[in-house]
């Protein structure tokens, strides 16, 4: 037959069951199914059935069986805190978790979304070991003593309500407090926030400010704070006069002298000034630990003694008993004269080494003094009176060229003053090079010049010397090197072109090359006597083979040039006229050093160089003074 599926309730703990099982899903209780059938047989006198007695007892002990185990369940989902209160034990216990239908009144409800106030949160299990409905804790400081008494307040406020003191209490002698305090009802379940205010000398080292949040039981232990604090520091900065021992056995201190403290690196810390007073005391109060430079102020007429510098750095450290200060001291003593320092670098601040500089009075009534700078570029000169001084620095070419100017003078008048001066050299480069020609000789006397690309550096000039060797210094940067062209000569290279000049001390190395299609010849006319020259003197060019000769007429010197003339074959001879004749002989002549026949046979190529000639002579008799 077939029966029609319906639904109904498990008479133990009424969940709802199919009418096809016998066994509750929800519980697990075995119970017996009336089906539809059944319930209609019931209808007439003649279906009726009863439960036996025995099945009826059966199922009234599973049922309380079970009603009992759901008990036992719900008793250990609670928080370990609240089941064992009392009990001794901080080892969280492993708890079940069993969903209710409505929340207990004394579980904790954590707060819901920033701005959700009117949101209901689910219900939640009790936060394991967390307070209920109190607070306690302790204080101690970075040495973990205790720290305690009246100074020592903490308040609590509603996190609904900051700004609100539901309750503050002191700290006891050994730094423990409760809250809520004497009389006072305990808290409820919620969010509060806890506050430190220790009294002056003291700042936090752990947070003093904090939530704490109570499930608002009475079954279990407070909620446990600490709070960890460390003493400010009191620093006693002295300043001693170490010459001032007269009337005593001991330096005097300086009164009314600043002392400025800086913090380094400290959060939260400020600069702090205090001045010395009558004792030469200077007092730095309720000063955060960590590094503080230290510093004094400078003064005419005083300066640090030996040992002693400023600034100085210190570490203050907090103090195991609150108000203990550290020391701090300072000597200086009294000059009578003045100092000036010269510091010397280059353009680009390095400072330089070795340098000699020169002090001197301006009138001449104190000595002059000489003092080389340290690796640091400096030199003090000391001990100096009150006047003018002038210092000038002793130049170093060709490497350096001199920026600031030298010498300078310095004023000194109130003793103690130090004047600083300060010289600054320029690091030069350097370009040099060859003039040639096309023969690969050298060519002396041409000049070659340099102009600066950019910038205020005036324009050089240089002369090849005897091997054709020309030097430039020059400030770094880019340069145009050029030549001036002399008459019959054309460039074989370019005669001007460009050289960066990037390191200084280090040559760029360039050259010119030149050609010309003529010859030349220098004839010198010389007493052979003392090797002077001899005036008006005429000396003959003749083309080997025929043609019209050159005639010369030699200088004070005894100097004639032939010049631009065809490369070939020639004769060159002096030309004696008839006084010339009646009192000089010919002695010899050379050609470029080398002795040779007259009248001198010359083959003259176009080098660009001259053929140096020189005929001497000599006076043939001495006239003898008669006597009168």
């Known amino acids: 037959m077939n029966m029609t599926e319906s639904k109904q309730r498990c008479p133990f703990c009424g969940g709802i069951i199919s009418s096809t099982s016998t066994v509750c899903r929800h519980c697990g209780n075995r119970f017996q199914v009336e089906h539809h059938h059944q319930k209609q047989a019931r209808k007439g006198p003649t279906s009726r059935k009863h439960l036996p007695v025995g099945g009826l007892f059966i199922n009234i002990l599973v049922g309380s069986i079970i009603i009992l185990f759901l008990s036992a369940v719900a008793f250990f989902a609670m928080p370990a805190s609240n089941a064992f209160a009392g009990s001794g034990s901080d080892t969280p216990t492993p708890t079940l978790q069993v969903s209710t239908p409505t929340a207990s009144a ?169 001045v010395t007073d009558g004792l030469g005391n200077a007092y730095f109060l309720d000063m955060p630990p960590g590094i503080w430079q230290i510093e004094e102020e400078q003064k005419v007429g005083w300066e640090l003694s030996p040992g002693y510098v400023n600034p100085q750095v210190i570490t203050l450290v907090s103090p195991r008993v609150a108000g203990d200060t550290q020391l701090l001291t300072f000597v200086n003593q009294q000059v009578y004269d003045s100092k000036i320092t010269v510091e010397k670098k280059d353009t680009l601040g390095n400072p330089l080494p070795g340098w000699t500089f020169t002090l001197t009075n301006v009138d001449a009534i104190q000595p002059p003094r000489t003092g080389i700078t340290d690796i640091t570029g400096l030199y003090t000169f000391q001990g100096l009176l009150p006047g003018k001084w002038s210092v000038a620095e002793t130049t170093q070419p060709p490497w350096w060229r001199i920026v600031s100017p030298n010498p300078q003078e310095v004023t000194l008048s109130d003793p103690g003053i130090e004047q600083k001066v300060t010289f600054v050299n320029e690091a030069l480069g350097c370009v040099d090079g060859y003039k040639i020609n096309h023969l690969e000789t050298a060519l002396p006397g041409w000049t070659i010049k340099a102009h600066k690309v950019s910038g205020e550096d005036a324009d050089q000039t240089v002369v090849t010397d005897i091997n054709g060797y020309f030097q430039f210094y020059l400030s770094l940067g880019t340069w145009t090197i050029s030549e001036v062209m002399q008459d019959g000569w054309s460039a074989v290279t370019p005669s001007e072109f460009s050289v960066p000049v990037t390191q200084p001390f280090l040559c760029e190395n360039v050259r010119f090359k030149n050609r010309t299609n003529y010859a030349c010849v220098d004839a010198y006319k010389i007493d052979a006597f003392d090797g002077s020259g001899l005036a008006d003197w005429q000396i003959s060019l003749q083309p080997a083979y025929g043609g019209s000769a050159q005639v010369g007429l030699t200088d004070g010197t005894g100097w004639v040039r032939f010049n631009k003339i065809i490369p070939g074959q020639y004769s060159l001879s002096e030309i004696f006229s008839e006084t010339q004749t009646q009192g000089w002989r010919s002695v010899g002549v050379t050609v470029d050093g080398v002795e040779v026949p007259s009248p001198t046979n010359l083959t003259l190529a176009a080098s660009g160089s001259c053929q140096v000639v020189k005929f001497y002579n000599q006076q043939k008799s001495i006239p003898v003074l008669l006597d009168p």
Request: with cysteine.
């Open 106 to 274: 004394n579980a904790a409800v954590p707060p819901g979304p920033a701005g959700d106030k009117g949101a209901v949160a689910a219900a939640q299990p009790a936060v394991v070991g967390q307070g209920t409905n109190c607070i306690d804790g302790n204080i101690i400081d970075v040495y973990e003593a205790p720290q305690g008494g009246d100074g020592w307040i903490i308040t609590i406020e509603s996190s609904t309500a900051p700004g609100v003191i539901l309750d503050q209490v002191p700290a006891d002698l050994t730094g423990s407090f409760h809250l809520p305090s004497i009389g006072k009802n305990p808290l409820g379940a919620g969010t509060y926030i806890v506050s430190l205010i220790p009294p002056a000398g003291w700042q936090p080292f752990t947070p003093i400010k904090f939530t704490v949040t109570l499930n608002g039981s009475t079954e279990i232990l407070c909620a446990h704070v600490r709070f960890k604090v460390e003493a400010l520091v009191n620093l006693v900065v002295t300043k001693l006069d170490q010459g001032g021992y007269f009337g005593t056995d001991k330096m005097v201190g300086i009164p009314g002298w600043t002392i400025t403290a800086t913090p380094i690196d400290i959060p939260n810390a400020v600069t702090q000034t205090a």
